[in-house]
């Protein structure tokens, strides 16, 4: 199907956001969204992994469909995510120290962010070409760090805001991101093509 | 996750590691191989009657589908190996043998995903007869009407996909146009307020006939006479 | 996640830990992409719900079996190996026994293998007990789980198609609430089930604030 790259790359970023429209990297999303300064960080690391791991899906499945091991195509794709999460990690501790601590857990749980092994799977299903599947990695990892950086935004907001106790904690971070969702699908048909 | 770099009293000899991780790797080998190969022939089945199910419905005296490819060496049944750049079509035949029509696929990009038809195209009319949706993910309510409004589906019953003069290209290319503006055979009426996904599905018959009919039209002969049904 | 180590529980309490204490959907919040994505309709949630529970109780059955071999330095990646392999298993299981069903969950079937639950149970669980009570505790958080699903797939079809499990309940002037089922619903309705569980905690302990963990 011969998407424009323009085409998906506003398409992934606004109206089929990763979080916001295909609920991808949800546990982030609502876990570390609560300071604006580390969301920022989080987007870029996961945007990086994703761009890793959309890379290795492409060779990997060019690789398992050339040897006709369909059935382990996924055991592949994981193991990947696994390894590039692991590189990542070990970069970050001996470059940046501070970045590694401010993550925290976090980091280790980009391997079983599902928007990571979206990326791969998606790309897979809707058989991109190796442009447009960086493309939609791209795309799908800024898309994810925007949401990201809105969520951390309205929260720190609303931890001066009077909110009542029942509401506070992950139930405020869903209707929030429900509010967020209502709005992103205002973007609805960008990049559809002509 | 705890932290893996706490100082260890004794470390696990690489010997064990790599002895259980082959033992691990086994098992899960068996199990997925065995997994596969126990459900080959019900998938196999399913996706059958599935094609069945969908090709019957837009070619609605169908006893019998075969899958063939069209490539630029011409017309041959779906075999393990394809050639560069073949389309893969379903042939229609009746309870006698004859072919009733054609049917291929579409897809094309809508509001949410993917939007994937299948078209029925008469070979004797040159022109497409019929419309199924296989997938969508389009809004209910407004994207699905491509498979409820009969208005909408009026369209496929005589589209024109004749091709041209030296039969590369359609004649005339698959347009949608905004709803009540159709006017010649191979426009597309699109739905009042489902302009998006009208027009992918436009843009997937449209891509689809273009690439399948100037490989398919010059060999159709060979589909009436050399299948048994 | 964390769950303390205590003297052996009664297999009861092992099976019903996941359905109402530690519901994966409503008390720890784990699992939230295919809860969403997946929960359209009864039928799909339930499906994927069904799904989960197989890959979550196969995967704790085998850690459990290979606890004393696995050494800890490898443990992660094998216990996600193991889970992959199920996914593999439970995708093609779904292919034979339902296309329709398949097509429904479409990628959410293979994103199963980064349910945080089912590593979550491994870790916490599976890898630290015998197969029994790990077999019956994976199938406690399956049932949370699906019960959770439904929950959320249930209302959603309801309110935004009218109808339950495909028979419509509602006459034909029905006026079907359309957010419910695209994605700002999954997020509104997940919210509001969260707020009535909220409340209910805060009003069972009368004369605490009631304030929730994130």
């Known amino acids: 199907m011969p998407e424009s790259l323009s085409s998906i790359f506003i398409g992934t970023l606004l109206a089929n956001n990763f979080v916001l429209a295909m609920f991808l990297g949800l546990c982030p999303f609502l876990g570390v969204s609560a300071r604006l300064n580390t969301a920022l960080p989080m987007g870029a690391a996961t945007t990086f992994v994703m761009l890793v791991a959309s890379l290795c899906a492409y060779g990997l499945n060019w690789l398992v469909t050339a040897l006709d091991l369909q059935f382990l195509r996924l055991i592949a794709y994981i193991v990947i995510i696994a390894s590039a999460v692991q590189l990542v990690e070990m970069f970050l501790k001996k470059n940046s120290p501070v970045l590694f601590r401010a993550l925290g857990i976090y980091l280790p749980l980009i391997t079983t962010n599902c928007a990571v092994l979206g990326v791969a799977l998606f790309q897979t299903a809707r058989e991109y070409s190796f442009l447009q599947a960086l493309t939609f990695a791209a795309a799908g990892g800024a898309g994810f760090t925007l949401a990201l950086t809105l969520m951390a935004g309205l929260r720190e907001r609303l931890n001066l805001a009077n909110v009542p106790n029942v509401v506070q904690g992950t139930a405020l971070s869903l209707m929030l991101a429900g509010l967020l969702s209502l709005a992103f699908m205002g973007f609805a048909g960008l990049g559809a093509g002509e | 996750m705890e932290n893996l770099d706490l100082p260890q009293v004794a470390s696990t000899p690489s010997g064990a590691m790599i002895r259980t991780l082959g033992l691990v790797a086994t098992i899960c080998g068996l199990l997925i191989v065995s997994a596969y190969q126990g459900t080959l022939e019900a998938v196999a089945e399913n996706k059958r009657i599935a094609l069945e199910r969908a090709v019957f419905k837009v070619i609605p005296k169908a006893a019998s589908v075969k899958t063939f490819v069209a490539g630029s060496g011409g017309i041959q049944p779906e075999g393990t190996t394809q050639p560069e750049g073949a389309v893969k079509f379903y042939a229609a035949y009746d309870a006698t043998g004859a072919l009733q029509g054609i049917a291929a696929e579409g897809a094309a990009k809508g509001y949410a995903d993917t939007v994937r038809v299948l078209y029925a195209y008469d070979p004797a009319k040159q022109a497409i007869t019929g419309l199924g949706v296989v997938s969508m993910r389009e809004t209910p309510g407004i994207g699905d009407k491509i498979y409820t409004d009969a208005a909408f589906l009026k369209n496929f019953e005589a589209l024109d996909v004749r091709l041209n003069a030296d039969m590369k290209y359609l004649a005339h290319a698959i347009k949608v146009v905004k709803h009540g503006t159709k006017q010649s055979p191979w426009e597309i009426d699109a739905i009042a307020g489902a302009t998006v996904t009208s027009k992918a599905v436009g843009k997937g018959i449209q891509e689809s006939a273009a690439r399948l009919l100037p490989l398919l039209v010059p060999e159709q002969g060979k589909l009436t006479t050399a299948v048994e049904p | ?214």
């Open chain 3, 1 to 214: 996640m964390n769950v303390p180590l205590h003297p052996p529980r009664s297999s009861l309490e092992e099976l019903l830990e996941g359905i109402w204490k530690q519901n994966p959907v409503f008390v720890m919040v784990l699992g939230m992409c295919p809860t969403l994505a997946v929960s359209v309709s009864a039928m799909n949630a339930f499906s994927m719900g069904i799904a989960t529970t197989f890959v979550l109780v196969a995967s704790c059955l085998l850690v459990s079996l290979m606890r004393h071999l696995v050494p800890k330095e490898v443990r992660i990646a094998t216990y996600i190996v193991i889970i992959a392999t199920f996914v593999t298993v439970v995708d093609y299981l779904i292919q034979a026994i339902s296309l329709a069903v398949y097509e429904a969950l479409g990628a959410f079937i293979q994103l199963i293998v980064v349910n945080c639950i089912i590593l979550g149970r491994a870790e916490a669980h599976a890898s630290k007990n015998p197969p029994l009570p790990a077999v019956l505790n994976a199938l406690g958080m399956g049932a949370g789980f699906t019960l959770g699903l439904f929950a959320l797939g249930a209302v959603r079809e309801v309110l935004g198609a009218g109808k339950l499990f495909g028979f419509a309940l509602f006459g034909a002037d029905f006026q079907p609430w359309v957010v419910m089922v695209l994605p700002p619903g999954g997020f509104i309705v997940l919210g509001s089930w969260l707020l009535l569980f909220n409340w209910l905690e805060a009003h069972r302990h009368t004369g605490n604030e009631g304030t929730r963990h994130a």
